[in-house]
């Protein structure tokens, strides 16, 4: 869910239903890339959902798109700080594409954005993984599910249907080396 969604009456509801897991659509915790991307929220909204989710004991998943407008590896990195300092159960990393009927597509048909190349896209996934698996947050996947609809709508960026497998890869020659 959006982490400006998350108060204590959603809270309550989602208690009462029996959730036990809450994933936070953080995306990044740089505000200025939160901003040129649209996303419509803030690194300190995802602060916030994250401790009022923790302190009703429910587990707190985020997921984060390296790659969007604006980012860089500096903020990628300030991204991956915040992120181990708010201590979630597990990741999710997604790199940013271009999808048909998107405001990235647009913003890409106007020479405003430029996607990750593949290689870069692994690099700093990689990074992400790396620094999360050394503080033990689970990284649960790592590019999104190859599917028809998915690979029909792409029009630019790092998708490879084995994306986590390339950033494993390129993890285990980093260790080789």
């Given at each position: 869910?959006r982490?400006?969604?998350i108060?204590h009456?959603r809270?309550?509801l989602?208690i009462?239903h029996?959730v036990?897991?809450?994933?936070?659509?953080?995306q990044?915790?740089?505000?200025?890339?939160l901003?040129q991307?649209?996303?419509?929220?803030?690194?300190v909204?995802?602060?916030?959902?994250?401790e009022?989710?923790?302190e009703?004991?429910?587990r707190?998943?985020?997921?984060?798109?390296?790659?969007l407008p604006?980012?860089?590896f500096?903020?990628?990195?300030?991204?991956?700080?915040?992120?181990?300092?708010?201590r979630?159960d597990?990741v999710?990393?997604?790199?940013?594409l271009?999808?048909?009927?998107?405001?990235?597509?647009?913003?890409?048909?106007?020479?405003?954005?430029?996607p990750?190349?593949l290689?870069?896209?692994?690099?700093?996934?990689?990074?992400m993984?790396?620094r999360f698996?050394?503080?033990g947050i689970g990284?649960?996947?790592?590019?999104?599910?190859?599917?028809?609809?998915?690979e029909?709508?792409l029009?630019?960026?790092?998708?490879h249907?084995a994306?986590?497998e390339?950033?494993?890869?390129?993890?285990m020659?980093r260790?080789?080396?």
């Amino acid at each position: 869910t959006r982490p400006d969604y998350i108060d204590h009456p959603r809270l309550d509801l989602l208690i009462h239903h029996r959730v036990s897991i809450v994933e936070l659509g953080t995306q990044s915790c740089d505000d200025r890339v939160l901003l040129q991307s649209g996303r419509g929220h803030t690194a300190v909204d995802t602060a916030v959902a994250a401790e009022l989710i923790k302190e009703r004991g429910l587990r707190l998943g985020l997921q984060l798109m390296p790659g969007l407008p604006g980012e860089s590896f500096g903020s990628l990195r300030h991204t991956v700080a915040e992120v181990i300092r708010l201590r979630p159960d597990f990741v999710r990393l997604y790199p940013a594409l271009v999808l048909r009927g998107s405001g990235l597509e647009r913003l890409y048909h106007h020479g405003g954005y430029r996607p990750l190349s593949l290689g870069r896209a692994v690099v700093c996934t990689a990074f992400m993984k790396k620094r999360f698996d050394d503080q033990g947050i689970g990284v649960v996947r790592m590019g999104l599910q190859p599917t028809d609809e998915l690979e029909r709508s792409l029009v630019a960026g790092p998708y490879h249907p084995a994306f986590g497998e390339l950033v494993k890869a390129r993890l285990m020659l980093r260790q080789t080396r």
